[in-house]
């Protein structure tokens, strides 16, 4: 597998799960436009490819705004000379629960995470399809926006709003041989490292140790860099026949979610009314109800960090 002579934008690429993202592309051979909000950061993350061999590019810009997709695209096609890949990776977080969220955290995640999606997918799709390029649509979803997760109202809508526009686009992109594919990461991040659970986790990825089997095996918890690799599948030729797909990934563990399917079908002659639900609906729909929210194992007790 080689991304020779492939280009490729990376949002919120700085740093964290990005940076690992435009650094593995990289290394497959791609040049990379790295996207971040801070110059210093997105600077040393330049620094990084390039000492490394590689070729790349900074657009300091928020993602969101029209202007900056249009940004992103014009610097990859006017530096590189085109573009192939998109990872929408761009994001912040605004946690709280739902009647203390103001109207200002649920647009602020909204903002980037969805609408910053929508508008640089826009921009990178009608450039591939003007110059019928068969490019490749990476965008990043979450756990969460599969499951649910207290205090993420904002953040949960959004990343299930990215998935389902990523199944729409893989229809309208087919014909022009675009692929459009969702990537679950399940890794050490920077909200990750406050969560007390995953604290041994972190602990040994900041000292550069590997992770206790508990997280990579039994959680599929891991590092960036059991993300990169995906990433860069999804980007290559080899995934060519790969789109619609949410594939989740970390440590040891990939997963291929489903769509939503129905779990339980029951009829009833003329209708359901309000009193056939009452009667019929524990017996039918309420022995199968879904579960919400991440159920996660016990940690063993040489994994127990004590609480701050």
Not at 8 to 15: D, E, F, N
Not at 81 to 101: E, F, P, Q, S, Y
Not at 200 to 228: C, K, N, W
Not at 250 to 260: K, T
Request: charged share 20%; proline share 5%.
């Amino acid at each position: 597998m080689s991304l020779d002579g492939k280009v490729a934008i990376v949002t919120g690429s700085g740093r964290g799960l990005g940076l690992a993202y435009a650094q593995e592309l990289a290394r497959q051979g791609a040049s990379v436009v790295i996207n971040d909000v801070d110059a210093d950061t997105a600077a040393a993350a330049v620094a990084t490819i390039e000492d490394a061999g590689g070729s790349a590019v900074a657009v300091v810009a928020p993602v969101g705004p029209t202007t900056t997709a249009q940004e992103l695209v014009r610097t990859a096609v006017e530096r590189f000379g085109r573009l192939d890949i998109l990872v929408t990776n761009a994001g912040v977080l605004r946690d709280t629960v739902l009647w203390k969220m103001s109207d200002d955290d649920f647009d602020t995640v909204i903002g980037v995470h969805l609408r910053g999606t929508f508008t640089c997918v826009r921009e990178a799709a009608t450039y591939m399809r003007a110059n019928e390029i068969a490019g490749r649509i990476i965008c990043i979803g979450s756990p969460t926006g599969q499951r649910g997760n207290f205090g993420q109202t904002n953040y949960a809508a959004a990343k299930a709003g990215i998935v389902g526009m990523v199944r729409t686009w893989a229809l309208e992109l087919k014909k022009a041989g675009i692929t459009a594919n969702a990537v679950i990461p399940v890794a050490a991040t920077a909200m990750t490292a406050t969560v007390p659970y995953f604290a041994a986790a972190v602990e040994a990825d900041a000292a550069g140790e590997p992770m206790p089997e508990f997280y990579r095996h039994g959680l599929g918890f891991g590092t960036s860099d059991d993300v990169s690799g995906l990433i860069a599948y999804l980007a290559s030729d080899a995934a060519s026949g790969v789109s619609g797909q949410a594939i989740g990934v970390g440590g040891d563990r990939i997963q291929l979610w489903s769509h939503p399917e129905p779990v339980v079908t029951a009829y009833h002659e003329g209708g359901w009314s309000t009193e056939a639900l009452e009667a019929e609906f524990p017996a039918t729909i309420g022995e199968s109800l879904q579960s919400v929210g991440e159920r996660f194992p016990a940690l063993p007790d040489e994994l127990q960090r004590p609480r701050p």
